[in-house]
């Protein structure tokens, strides 16, 4: 039993709480324990995306268009001859190719754009309150633009986009797994705990979404959104379309523990106790429930964030002016665009990093989620 | 043909486990031999080590256990499997996925295990399973080896065996599946036979006819048998040798008769003290009821009946009844130890959920009179008027790892009834928390911890404590002991019986095991396919039996002395048509 | 097991039947009525609008009767080959499905077959050789496949394609054979181009079905039936592929269920990108569009699809585990 448990003290380990458990076992998993910083960091980028982003947003720039990404070198050599640290980014140029007419960026190595941390910029709300004039990178002559990760079609900086794309693309994931766990703990929960008809038809209706394809039909219901409503609303609206499908694997989480903590001898035990059907479930069954909710949630989100992704890549999810990963990506859709300007990938290459560590952290969390299993890791 | 040159021995072998804190050595330093025609017991409580020996002579210990040292010698074996040249091999030196190794397995030395559901696969056939070993080890035809396969179900005594190797081992019981894997094991009529604790998990009178059948085998075909138990009655039974194992050593090796009689290792003793104890009515309990006779009944069932449903064929739309607990009446009285025994599937489990009314009782009634002599009929109840009976009526449960909530203190499980019956004060509840521990033997600092930090036997205890909480009057232990190790397993006795005699609680008391019951009741109903088949005083139950199941089943269990071995008649008791075969004496 | 078949196809008639209100609903959702978008098209395209036509059209679909009595009229309908009118194609729905149906079955087969063919001996071998470099390398794709959006992969080869091949990776067939009637060449020239979008629709099923397949094995690699095996002197091969691997194979089969409809909602999005010549492009446009019967028409069609694939698993999964058979 103890074996894969604990080396710590044998007092520690026999007053140790679930979590504490929980905890001790997750930390082993090295993989799941980095995920769970990195997605605690995009959460945070998320948050406070305005101070993250480097431009507005919504910035067009004719000058600019398809402006390939800069990177940021942190030393120079100086006049003198000696490297000194100066973080800055080199210049580019458009020129014309005088035979094709076709436009083409060319570095120029003495334009140099010196960047500070937490410099000053143009004057910015955070959070939508806040007013701010300064940004983590920025260029120190304000006049100056450097693109990270290179410009769109209409000039805007790639680097702000995706970042602003952070928030409306975490948050997404939050709300809809927050209505699919409200709607799969209710259902499955009274599926599992009153069982009967009640658990038969509530079976059959997770097995009939569940043999439906989930894309086809999300489409369908977004297509059925009016197309001029408001952002907001549309963002809701698609919420509550996506959690409409993903409640049920909660639901069958739920249904499925509620089902074997039935029946388990310790709950009996405290039916006999005298415990009514509310404590039986809030005090006894619950805290076994809880982890493995948990974890089941950190890995629907990663879906939900796929499937809004793919929604508003298809042009029926979010919607411009909102900005997240799939609208952004909406722009990569013209295999032109790509040729020209591969940066576009970039907000997949977001999407791709959060769901990862939201799948690891998902699996340590499942792994860790029952501590008293006697299985080690 | 028996000689007495030994076909294995084992030299000095040492098999170890890796772990994060060093080596452990299962098997320390052990050495014995086998000789044809014998049987050899190996005896030792769970951790002991008995069962990597028995894999380690195969080499089919689990990662990361590792043969680290010493000699298994398998005398006159052939290493390839066409030539008939015959030597010594040392098995440790072999390479386990070699092929000499493997020619070995199931050729020379076979193996059967304690499950035998899990030890076959699910979805073969019986005689492809069986026939399988022919066919690897002496390249005969399908055909041909069906046709042996055949012939072994013949010889383990399977009715129809042309039958049964075209079915699947769930269409078997449990009794039948055993069988199926020693005409697996013997199919090569190999020259010696490992069996890991092969009845542990069968019922009393099925274990008794795997043990005729293996007896006979080993003389008819001469072979060597390994035989692992943990039970020292089916080592009186059986044994020719016995060496007792503890912490991967032995300590005691010799004829069943010599460890019997003569037991010289202390823990030999402790064993055989733990087993012959429960033999015999508690002295302890003859002493209890003398300080205080038995008082008047207090719960009296009468003919109650439980049903389950279970839908089948077509669309579900056939449902089929079961009879769990059909007819049963009694009474208990006030002070009492109650015996229920039975075989799996018998219905004794539903019965004490029934009296406990954890479920409902479908047909007869439940009377209970209570500590203030006022009798409430239980049958129709719901759970929120049963409150105030549940807090006289409590339940331990079998199984120690699932009926304490492990996310819960010990404090907090067993303050649960106390808080819940109206014990509002902290104060209050933890110095009875405190008492009760004290109560059951456990110290006060256990308050705070988790479940995970206790032994089985431990919490075990404090499954007593929560129940004796809200001071019952009835307990029904559900085969509360069978989970542990005999040596707790007497501890916890003792406990219940101290318990009986300071609080005046009664007991309903169901086990498998005619001899916990004899020990520790003082009457006892025996059931058998949901009915009770004969009551009355267990003394005169258990020496007189009327009724040919209680014959069959006490004929059946295997009594812990060598030298009265083969002094019994072996009854068998067939279902339905209700008479008696005597099959010969063993 | 006729027995058993019988009672899984007639399961499936409720289901069937959800399905079909679930894509009428659809049709419905949006503000106006049918008819009423149709007319407004037309006037829109600046075409005469015929009140008769518009009569008698409100009559065929019922269009001032209950909801009910609407889906009566769409659903046996459809059960005579009438899915109602496409009005951005002026043409009857049935005549638009016609061969982009065929291509979409035969689009998510073989997805289906190339998923078991890589996904089963992969699984095992990162079973049995749990913690190698191998079973880490295949872990490591797995959940890069499983992390990365279809889209995201049919585009980055597309780009691939262009930018380093100078190739073109969209469509199901070469120019020649677009149009040409069904020849040998044209079906080896279907095969060929179906390699790419059934392994990008492929990657996530094939990477959970790794997963899946690698975690059942893991469970039964250690039952005692497997040390039955050994003691009985089977090479360390065949104990493993005889028994736990043919056991582990159960549950495998009842994911495939579950993976079909995954594998349909996938090509969705893939035969997009790469302008496939199935059902989903034309459905994601009629969406668009809010050419609702169209879309209704192709939405049912891909749900009934996916619950005969799943009803297709289950008889699979009662073939080969004998436990099911005969209960």
């Excluded at chain 1, 989930?214 to 297509?223: D, K, N, R, V």
């Excluded at chain 1, 408001?230 to 609206?237: G, H, I, S, V």
């Excluded at chain 2, 004060?425 to 911890?449: A, F, H, I, T, Y």
Aim: hydrophobic share 45%.
């Amino acid at each position: 039993m103890s074996n894969s448990l604990d080396q710590s003290s044998p007092m520690e380990f026999a007053e140790a709480t679930q979590w504490q458990l929980m905890w001790r076992r997750f930390k082993k998993h090295k993989v799941a324990l980095l995920s769970l910083y990195i997605v605690l960091l995009f959460y945070v980028v998320a948050a406070f995306s305005e101070f993250f982003q480097t431009y507005d947003p919504e910035e067009t720039s004719r000058r600019d268009v398809f402006h390939p990404p800069q990177m940021i070198r942190l030393f120079e050599v100086n006049d003198a001859g000696n490297r000194q640290f100066r973080p800055h980014v080199l210049g580019m140029n458009l020129e014309r190719d005088p035979i094709t007419l076709a436009s083409n960026y060319a570095v120029d190595p003495e334009e140099r754009i010196y960047v500070t941390l937490f410099g000053r910029s143009d004057p910015y709300l955070l959070l939508g309150f806040i007013p701010m004039e300064r940004r983590l990178i920025a260029a120190v002559d304000s006049d100056e633009k450097f693109f990270l990760f290179g410009a769109d079609r209409l000039g805007r900086d790639m680097w702000s986009r995706t970042i602003a794309g952070t928030r409306v693309s975490m948050s997404i994931g939050l709300v809809g797994v927050a209505l699919s766990l409200f709607l799969g703990t209710l259902i499955g929960g009274m599926a599992g705990y009153l069982g009967g008809w009640v658990d038969a038809v509530s079976t059959r209706a997770i097995e009939l979404i569940l043999s439906m394809p989930t894309i086809p039909i999300w489409l369908g219901l977004s297509a059925t959104i009016p197309p001029n409503i408001d952002p907001l609303l549309r963002y809701f609206a698609i919420t509550i379309i996506l959690s409409l499908i993903g409640w049920t694997e909660l639901a069958r989480v739920v249904r499925g523990r509620f089902l074997a903590l039935r029946t388990e001898d310790f709950v009996t035990a405290a039916r006999l106790d005298g415990a009514s059907p509310k404590r039986v479930i809030f005090r006894h069954m619950m805290p076994s429930l809880v982890s493995h909710i948990i974890a089941s949630v950190s890995l629907a989100i990663p879906a939900m964030i796929l499937a809004e992704t793919s929604l508003s890549f298809l042009g029926l999810g979010l919607q411009q002016p909102t900005i997240s990963w799939g609208v952004l990506l909406q722009e990569s859709q013209n295999i032109r665009s790509i040729a020209q300007a591969p940066w576009l990938f970039v907000p997949g290459a977001f999407v791709m990093l959060v769901v990862l560590a939201l799948n690891f952290l998902g699996d340590g969390l499942r792994d860790a989620a029952d501590p008293y299993s006697q299985h080690s890791i | 043909m028996t000689t007495n040159q030994p076909i294995l021995e084992v030299k000095d072998l040492v098999t170890a486990f890796q772990t994060r804190h060093g080596d452990f050595n299962a098997v320390d330093n052990v050495s014995l031999s086998l000789t044809p025609g014998k049987l050899m017991c190996l005896v030792g409580e769970s951790g002991s080590g008995k069962s990597v020996l028995s894999r380690s002579i195969l080499q089919l210990v689990d990662k990361p256990g590792k043969i680290v040292s010493g000699e298994i010698l398998l005398h006159d074996a052939h290493p390839a499997a066409s030539s008939d040249k015959v030597e010594t091999l040392d098995l440790a030196a072999l390479n386990p996925r070699g092929s000499v190794m493997r020619n070995i397995r199931g050729r020379d030395i076979a193996m059967i295990f304690q499950e035998p559901m899990s030890s076959l696969s699910p979805v073969h056939k019986i005689g492809n399973q069986i026939a399988e070993s022919a066919m690897l080890h002496e390249g005969i035809s399908k055909s041909q080896a069906m046709e042996r396969a055949v012939d072994m179900l013949r010889q383990v005594e399977i009715s129809n065996p042309e039958k049964a190797v075209n079915q699947y081992p769930f269409e078997f019981s449990g009794g039948m599946r055993q069988r199926a894997m020693i005409a697996m094991a013997l199919v090569c009529s190999p020259k010696i036979l490992i069996a890991d604790e092969p009845t542990t998990a069968l019922d009393v009178t099925i274990q008794a006819e795997i043990l005729d059948l293996l007896q006979n085998l080993k003389q008819t075909h001469n072979m060597a048998i390994m035989f692992i138990t943990h039970d020292m009655g089916v080592v009186a039974e059986i044994a020719d040798d016995v060496a007792v194992m503890k912490n991967g050593k032995i300590v005691e090796v010799g004829g069943v008769r010599d460890i019997f009689s003569n037991p010289n290792h202390g823990y030999t003793k402790s064993l055989l003290r733990a087993a012959q104890d429960t033999q015999k009515p508690s002295d302890r309990r003859i002493e209890i009821r003398r300080a205080r006779p038995l008082g008047d009944p207090i719960l009296s069932a009468k003919s109650i009946g439980k049903e389950f449903l279970s839908s089948h064929g077509f669309l579900g739309l056939k449902k089929e009844t079961f009879v769990a607990v059909d007819d049963a009446s009694f009474e208990l009285r006030e002070g009492e130890s109650l015996g229920v025994v039975g075989e799996s599937g018998s219905g004794k489990t539903t019965l004490a959920r029934c009296i406990q009314r954890i479920h409902g009782i479908d047909r007869g009634e439940l009377h209970y009179r209570n500590r203030a002599g006022v009798e409430t009929e239980l049958s129709r109840l719901r759970d929120k008027e049963l409150q105030p009976t549940w807090r006289e009526i409590r339940t331990v449960f079998q199984d120690p790892f699932a009926s304490l909530n492990p996310r819960m203190t010990v404090s907090q499980i067993i303050s649960e009834p106390l808080l819940l019956n109206g014990m509002t004060s902290k104060r209050q509840r933890r110095d009875r928390v405190e008492e009760l521990l004290d109560l059951v033997g456990l110290p006060v600092e256990s308050m705070e911890r988790f479940p995970h930090a206790f032994s089985g036997g431990q919490r075990q205890r404090i499954s007593i404590a929560r129940a004796i909480a809200p001071e019952p009057r009835v307990l029904i232990a559900d085969e509360a002991t069978s989970a542990l190790d005999v040596s707790i397993r007497v501890q916890i006795m003792d406990l219940l019986l101290e318990l009986q005699h300071k609080l005046n609680i009664s007991y309903i008391f169901i086990s498998h095991d005619v001899g916990l019951v004899r020990f520790f009741c003082d009457r006892v109903m025996v059931m058998y396919k949901g009915k009770i088949v004969e009551a009355g005083d267990t003394e005169s139950v258990c020496t007189d039996p009327e009724h040919p199941y209680t014959k069959a089943l006490l004929s059946a269990v295997p009594i812990t002395d060598p030298s009265e071995r083969g002094t019994k008649v072996r009854h068998r008791y067939v279902a339905d048509l209700s008479d008696v075969s005597a099959n010969g004496s063993v | 097991m006729f027995v058993y078949i019988m009672r899984r196809v007639l399961w499936s008639v409720p289901f069937l039947f959800a399905a079909s209100l679930l894509a009428f609903a659809i049709i419905q959702l949006p503000p106006g009525d049918y008819v009423e978008s149709y007319a407004a098209r037309l006037e829109a395209d600046g075409q005469q609008v015929d009140e008769v036509r518009i009569i008698a059209l409100r009559d065929r679909f019922g269009l001032d009767r209950p909801f009910i009595v609407q889906y009566w009229k769409w659903i046996s309908g459809i059960f005579q080959g009438d899915f109602g009118l496409s009005f951005q194609w002026q043409q009857p729905v049935s005549e638009l499905i016609g061969d982009r149906m065929f291509l979409s079955v035969i689009l998510a087969t073989s997805t289906l077959l190339f998923t078991w063919a890589i996904a089963l001996p992969i699984g095992v071998y990162s079973a049995v050789k749990q913690y190698s470099v191998g079973d880490y390398v295949f872990s490591i794709i797995g959940f890069i496949g499983l992390a990365t959006p279809n889209f995201l992969v049919a585009l980055i080869l597309m780009y691939v394609g262009v930018v380093v091949f100078g190739t073109n990776v969209t469509g199901l067939f070469s120019p020649e054979y677009a149009n040409a009637s069904w020849s040998w060449g044209k079906f080896i020239d279907l095969l060929k181009h179906l390699i790419i979008p059934v392994a990008i629709i492929g990657t996530s099923a094939t990477a959970s079905l790794i997963r899946i397949m690698r975690a059942n094995l893991l469970d039964e690699l250690f039952k005692p039936y497997v040390t039955t095996a050994r003691a009985k002197g089977l090479s360390e091969f065949k104990a493993i592929i005889k028994y736990p691997v043919r056991i582990a194979l159960n549950p495998f089969a009842s994911t495939i269920a579950w993976v079909f409809p995954q594998i349909i909602s996938g090509s969705t999005i893939v035969a997009v990108v790469l302008s496939l010549p199935t059902v989903d492009p034309l459905m994601l446009d009629a969406l668009l569009s809010q050419d609702m019967y169209l879309a209704g028409a192709f939405i049912l069609l891909l749900s009934v699809m996916s619950i005969v694939g799943m009803i297709v698993s289950d008889i699979v999964l009662a073939l080969i585990d004998p436990r099911i058979r005969y209960r």
